[in-house]
Structure formats: structure tokens, C-alpha cells
């Protein structure tokens, strides 16, 4: 079963990255004079094309080889998620907000991933709200259309309601949990039992880093957070990435960053974020860069299953989950 929802996932994560690609636009810098000179030629349209497909079988490639891929061949709930995660950003890209709900669902009911996607949805459903908003009163100063906020905002109900439905969605498990054992907390307790202690956000990520890294990590972790945020507004992202996909690398950056206690399964729990492969395998359209990235990554692999298989004990036996 892990298996096929792998094979799934991979085609339909290709065609999450070519519907991003032509969403932005996307050109091959190495064609782009020539595209730009006669871009009404098929021949050069077909250059554009092919370009996009083959980015997007390299990213593909490179998502399918990450150092976490083996935990999509096992009996972990990564695959299936990860089939009903990029269906859901594929439909919310294409403005099909009805037909993301019953897959917004699934994604949830199959992994906690219902808050980033659910603070996605609202975001996105916002950002398009001002987008035409403010496209609606240029029109009116130009006496083109006389509609005012209020259509707007009618209009951009089925994407409100499709973005509450998921920040629904969110709290089924809670819900369900707290039903069965009559705790309230019953669902956030259970989650926190590795770190034997309450939800404390963010928290678990200074305490860890200072346990590893010392108090260099008061430093660090702010320069991080800098540091990817500036990376997911960069050039090169926005060249490659819709921003659907960008908002949702920020809200589940976000969401690891509040709610995550880091430890052996942090790179697993990575995964959702592979979006970001398909502006880094764009750096350069060199095969050696392309092959150098899927190689590391393999390699990758064999060392973060042994760092797992190797690692000391828990404290009351048994290996550390991946």
C-alpha cells in the first residue's frame, strides 16, 4: 500500500510542479532571449514546455531520492498523506475549492497537517480577496464596472467556506479524542507525551538546540528563521513556485517551528516542505548539479537509516522512530 501511494504520489506531485510552472510562467533562462524574440512560434513554445516538463521530472527525481524518501516504502502514513497533501495544493492552485474539500479530509484524517493547510486556505483565500479587490476598484475609477465590495466578496465565498471547512477538518482528531476519553486535551496531551511535559510553542527548539549546540543556538535559531523566510521570498522561489506552494512552506514552516519537540523524527516530519526542491534543482540546469543532488541524496539515505538503526536506546529500550 505504502508503495503505490508512492508511485501516486510521485505523478502527482509532477503535476503540482508543471501547473506551478506555468501558473509563474516559468522560462528557461537559457532560452530566453530566443522565447523572448518570437514567443508566438511553436517552435518556441515547445522549447517552453519541454523545459517545464523536464524541471519537473528532475524535481520529481530529486523529492523521490530525499535523505527521508525510505519512510515512503514502509508502513508510515507519509505516502498516503503526501498523495491527499499535493492533490489538495494541486486543486488550490487551479481555484477548484469545492473539489479540494473532500481531499482536504482525507489529508487531515491521515496526518496532522490540518493547521498549516487550514491557515493556507485562509490566507490564500485573502490574498485573492485583496487581489480583487483592488483589480474591482480600478475598474470603477475607469468606469468599466460599477460592482463594489460587496460582489467581491460573494464571489470569494466557496474558496472562505472550503478554507473553514479544512480549519474544521484540523480539529476532527481533537474532537474525536477528547469524545473517547473525556479529556479536552486528550489529543495534545498524547502528542506531547515524548517530551513529558506540556505544549510549550517553540520552546523545545531552544531547549534541544542549547542541549546539542550550547547557547550558540540563541544565535542561531533567529538567523534561521531569517534566513528561510528570506530564502522562500527570493527570486529564485518565486521564479519556479506559485504562491499557493509558497504559503504553504511558510505555514507549515510556521507550524513545526510552534508545535514541533525536535528530536529523531524532525526529519521525517520535513517532508511536507519538498516544494522546496523544485526551486533548488533550478539553481542550475547543469545534468552534473542535477545528478550531484540526486546522488547526495541517496547517499543521504544510507546514513540517516543508520544514524537511526545506530543510535543509543530509548530509556526504556527499543529504537528511536524514524
Known amino acids: 500500500m ?24 516559468y522560462r528557461d533562462q537559457s532560452h530566453g532571449e530566443k522565447v523572448s524574440e518570437a514567443a508566438s512560434s511553436t517552435e518556441d513554445q515547445k522549447d517552453v514546455k519541454t523545459s517545464r516538463h523536464n524541471l519537473a521530472l528532475w524535481a520529481v527525481a530529486a ?9 515512503l516504502q514502509v508502513p508510515y502514513a507519509e505516502s498516503l498523506n503526501l ?27 491521515s496526518r496532522p497537517v490540518g493547521v498549516p493547510l487550514g491557515a493556507t486556505a485562509g490566507l490564500w483565500w485573502f490574498a485573492c480577496l485583496i487581489t480583487e479587490a483592488k483589480a474591482q476598484q480600478q475598474r470603477r475609477q475607469r468606469g468599466e464596472d460599477q460592482e463594489g465590495f460587496e460582489s467581491v466578496f460573494l464571489r470569494s465565498l466557496p474558496q472562505l467556506g472550503s478554507a473553514l471547512f479544512i480549519c474544521f477538518c484540523a480539529l476532527i482528531w481533537p474532537i474525536y479524542a477528547w469524545q473517547i476519553t473525556g479529556r479536552i486535551d486528550a489529543y495534545t496531551a498524547t502528542e506531547t507525551a515524548w517530551r513529558q511535559g506540556d505544549l510549550a510553542p517553540v520552546a523545545p527548539w531552544i531547549s534541544q538546540g542549547i542541549a546539542y549546540f550550547g547557547y550558540f543556538t540563541i544565535l542561531l535559531f533567529p538567523l534561521l528563521i531569517v534566513g528561510y523566510a528570506a ?10 513556485l506559485a504562491s499557493p506552494i509558497i504559503l504553504w512552506c511558510a505555514c507549515y514552516g510556521a507550524y513545526l517551528l510552534i508545535f514541533l ?10 517532508l511536507p516542505l519538498f516544494p522546496l526542491m523544485l526551486p533548488i534543482v533550478a539553481i542550475s540546469s547543469s ?13 543521504l539515505q544510507l546514513v540517516w537509516v543508520g544514524w537511526l538503526w545506530h543510535w543509543k536506546q530509548l530509556p526504556g529500550g527499543g529504537d528511536y522512530p524514524p
Open 2 to 25: 505504502a508503495l503505490l501511494a508512492g508511485f501516486a504520489a510521485a505523478w502527482v506531485i509532477y503535476l503540482l510542479f508543471t501547473t506551478s510552472l506555468n501558473i509563474v510562467g
Open 63 to 71: 523529492v523521490a531520492f530525499l535523505p527521508v524518501a525510505p519512510v
Open 83 to 109: 498523495v491527499f497533501l499535493v492533490w489538495v495544493l494541486l486543486l488550490m492552485m487551479r481555484k477548484q475549492y469545492l473539489l479540494m474539500m473532500p481531499v482536504a479530509l482525507l489529508a487531515c484524517l
Open 231 to 240: 530564502f522562500l521570498a527570493s527570486p529564485l522561489v518565486k521564479r519556479v
Open 261 to 270: 519537540n525536535p528530536q529523531s523524527s524532525t526529519f521525517r516530519l520535513l
Open 287 to 299: 545534468r552534473a548539479y542535477r545528478w550531484l543532488l540526486i546522488g547526495s541524496g541517496a547517499l
